[in-house]
């Protein structure tokens, strides 16, 4: 019998209590459970101890740097920080190459706004089929969360986006 399934269905109970259900020494196998957080020994009683896991956690504010840097850069720095695939490293260079680099640049990040994103994707559906304007507004988003995550803007004017993925 599985003594660890027995105690989470007791919560409860003496050494006695469940060696008369198993009737056999599981004294080993308390001891064992009990190393390993399983089970608490408070008042003569063995419980049983939930494991709660955690349903989310919270992330520390990254520190603003004080320098302005351009997306153009922030974008390069991004694709080469990150280990892609050859076939999306070639996605990537073309939607910043004919899209994103002709609309943002020369911008500093920090200049970068809502509205703006928003005729970006205007201009982007007007353009291209709606699959390649999804994925140069994901992209933009991805490196615009990569931006305030390293701390080189105050917030994220991406946040609030709602694009329309296309599959």
Do not use: W
């Amino acid at each position: 019998m599985n003594i660890e399934k027995l105690a989470k269905h007791l919560k409860e109970f003496t050494l006695d209590e469940i060696e008369m259900i198993v009737e056999c020494d599981c004294k080993p196998e308390l001891e064992y459970l009990f190393n390993e957080g399983k089970i608490a020994f408070e008042q003569g009683l063995y419980k049983y101890v939930e494991k709660v896991e955690k349903t989310f956690s919270l992330f520390k504010k990254p520190e603003l740097k004080d320098e302005k840097i351009l997306f153009k850069d922030m974008a390069t720095h991004y694709i080469t920080s990150r280990s892609l695939s050859k076939n999306t490293l070639k996605g990537y260079k073309s939607l910043l190459k004919y899209n994103l680099l002709l609309y943002f640049g020369e911008r500093y990040l920090n200049e970068i706004s809502y509205e703006m994103i928003v005729d970006f994707m205007q201009r982007m559906k007007e353009r291209y089929r709606p699959k390649t304007a999804s994925n140069a507004v994901t992209l933009l988003g991805s490196i615009l969360k990569s931006a305030f995550l390293e701390g080189y803007i105050k917030t994220n004017p991406y946040y609030g986006v709602k694009n329309s993925k296309c599959k």
